[in-house]
C-alpha cells in the first residue's frame, strides 16, 4: 500500500464532537465475535487477523492493511515474554506467517517491555511509508541526527498528552490515540501511557497499554466507545482478575471479545481457569507467535 498518496491527517480536537447517538447499540445483544485459532486461506477474507508478539505485543491485520502495537521489544526483565530478533525482523519485513508489511507501528509508552527505540528505528528504516505513532517521551530514542539527516523523523508522529483524541488515518485505517495514565500513578506518573483506537476492516479494536479502570474511564468517555461497538478490548491481566472487573468491563468498554495481555510465563493454571469461567469471552496470550482469527 502507497501510504503516501494518501492523506495522513493529525486532528488535535477531540473528535466526540462529530458523534452522534444514533450509533448507540448495546453489544451484549450484539453476540460475540467468531474466534479460531486456524483457518483455511481461502477462508481469510473477512476474517481479522491477530498474531501475538509478546507481552502486550499484538499484530493486527485485514487484507493487506496491518497495525503493530506495542510489538516491537527486546528482553526486559523475566517475567516479560519478548520476541526474539529473527521474529522482529519477519515483521518488519512484512514475512511473518501470513502477515503484509506493516503500515503503522504503534507504542503505548516507553517501557523496555512494550517498546525499543532499536527496533523502531529499524522499522522506520525499512519503507519510507513506515510511520510510528507514540508519546513525545519515544522521541530521543526514535528520532536521533542520523534519523534527522534522512528525514525519517517526519514519519514519527507524536500524540500530545492532553487528555484529547487524534486522530490518524490511511485508506482502510483508522486511529484514534488518547492520553490513559500509566498504572500506579505514585512511582509511574512522568510515564505518558497512550490508548488507542484502531478500525481495520470496520473492526474496532482498543488497546490500552499499563493502566487501571479507575484510569481508564475519561479516556474511553472522551473516544466514545460505548456509542460505538467494540468489537476487540486488548488488556493488561491485572484488569480481569476480580470478580468485579466483569462490570468494569461492561461498564466502561462492553468488548465483543477480550484479548488478556502482559501474562507472566509463571501465570498459574488456576489464574488462567478463573479469567476463562469469569468472561467467556476471553483469549490468554500466551504462546509467542500465536495468530487469532476472527469473524462478525
Ligand atoms: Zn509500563
Redesign the pocket.
Known amino acids: 500500500m502507497r501510504l503516501n498518496k494518501y492523506i495522513l491527517i493529525i486532528y488535535s480536537i477531540c473528535l466526540i464532537a462529530c458523534q452522534t447517538n444514533t450509533s448507540k447499540q448495546d453489544s451484549s445483544s450484539t453476540g460475540y465475535l467468531k474466534h479460531q485459532t486456524a483457518v483455511l486461506d481461502s477462508d481469510t477474507k473477512n476474517t481479522l487477523k491477530l498474531a501475538y508478539t509478546g507481552n502486550m505485543g499484538v499484530c493486527l491485520e485485514y487484507d493487506d492493511k496491518t497495525v503493530i502495537i506495542d510489538g516491537l521489544h527486546e528482553y526486559y526483565d523475566k517475567p516479560y515474554v519478548y520476541p526474539p530478533e529473527s521474529m522482529v525482523n519477519q515483521l518488519i519485513k512484512g514475512e511473518f506467517k501470513n502477515f503484509s508489511k506493516i503500515e503503522f507501528c504503534l507504542f503505548t ?1 516507553l ?1 523496555g517491555d ?1 517498546f525499543s527505540g532499536r527496533y523502531a528505528k529499524r522499522y522506520l528504516e525499512s519503507s519510507d511509508e513506515a510511520y510510528v505513532i507514540g508519546s513525545s517521551q519515544l522521541m530521543k530514542d526514535v528520532v536521533t541526527l542520523r534519523t534527522k539527516l534522512d528525514s525519517m523523523s517526519s514519519r514519527f508522529f507524536p500524540v500530545p498528552y492532553n487528555k484529547k483524541a487524534h486522530s490518524f488515518n490511511a485508506t482502510g485505517i483508522k486511529i484514534e490515540a488518547i492520553q490513559c495514565d ?1 498504572t500506579n500513578p505514585q512511582r509511574h506518573n512522568k ?1 505518558q501511557n497512550i490508548a488507542y483506537l484502531v478500525n481495520l476492516g470496520g473492526y474496532n479494536i482498543l488497546h490500552v497499554g ?1 493502566t487501571d479502570w479507575s484510569l481508564t474511564r475519561e479516556p474511553a468517555k472522551t473516544l466514545d466507545i460505548k456509542n460505538k461497538t467494540l468489537d476487540i478490548a486488548i488488556l493488561p491481566y491485572w484488569l480481569l482478575l476480580d470478580d468485579s472487573d466483569s462490570s468494569q468491563v461492561n461498564d466502561i468498554l462492553a468488548p465483543k471479545h477480550i484479548i488478556a495481555t502482559h501474562i507472566p510465563p509463571d501465570f498459574s493454571k488456576r489464574n488462567q481457569n478463573e479469567l476463562q469461567e469469569r468472561f467467556p469471552n476471553i483469549t490468554l496470550l500466551m504462546d509467542l507467535g500465536e495468530v487469532h482469527y476472527f469473524s462478525k
Open positions: 509508552h517501557h512494550h500509566h510515564t499499563d
